[in-house]
Structure formats: C-alpha cells, structure tokens
C-alpha cells in the first residue's frame, strides 16, 4: 500500500501556480523567475503533485514563531 507523502506532517503544502498567478508573484517581489529558488522536477512532492518544468511552485509551511511562512520555487 502506497503512502501518501503529502499528508506527512513535515511535507508542508505545495501548490502549482497559474501562469497569471506566477507573473503576478514575479513582479511582486521584482525578480526574473529564474532568480527563484530551485526544487528539482524529480522531487518526490513534485512528482506527485504532477508539477513540470518551467511551474512555479507556491510553499506554505507552519512555523511556531512566523504562524506561515509562503516562499515559492521554479521546478527545474
């Protein structure tokens, strides 16, 4: 049986950005998306979540002192 890797509790939540979503996200925080930090296409979260090349993936991770933290990466 095979588990499933995003309901893990330290696999924070990740989602595949539109590509009017990913523009907006690009010149909000003034960046080319290749300034973006990396997450690699055979990420066992990215495989799973069905992400290509080229996405742009939205993190939302859990802290105790930040409550969420979103940071975004560009799947090579």
């Known amino acids: 049986m095979k588990k499933d890797i995003l309901k893990h509790k330290l696999v924070p939540e990740h989602a595949i950005l539109s590509k009017t979503e990913a523009n907006k996200i690009i010149k909000q ?4 998306q290749e300034q973006l930090p990396k997450i690699k296409v055979d990420d066992p979260v990215v495989k799973e979540i ?9 993190i939302t991770r859990r802290s105790h002192t930040a409550g969420k933290f979103i940071t975004y990466r560009l799947v090579l």
Do not use: Y
């Open 50 to 58: 069905g992400a290509k090349s080229g996405d742009i993936l939205k």
């Open 29 to 32: 925080l003034n960046v080319h």
